[in-house]
């Protein structure tokens, strides 16, 4: 039995990538995947994100994310002082391995 076969085209994939980041507060550009910091090496990442829901581990997950995204200049002229208004200093764990 011989197989009898075509050419066909098979679509490509879509997907979404991030192309920048946008600060919320100022509306700084920033690049891809490291977006605040200078070398590929650099760390300068701003965090302000609540999740809300369920995850029940291997099982599965179900829950919103919702964040802001913020730029190092804002973080520390914007964010901090606001929380400094309220009393409130910023834990500084300091990462070194
Ligand atoms: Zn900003």
Redesign the pocket.
Known sequence: MAEITKQVKVPANVCTIVVKTV?D??G?EGLTDNPWAEGSFDVEEVTISYNSGHNWGQDGASYVEEEFD??P??WENKIKPMFAEKGVESRIPNVDY
């Open positions: 600060c507060l100022c700084v913020v730029c200049n804002c």
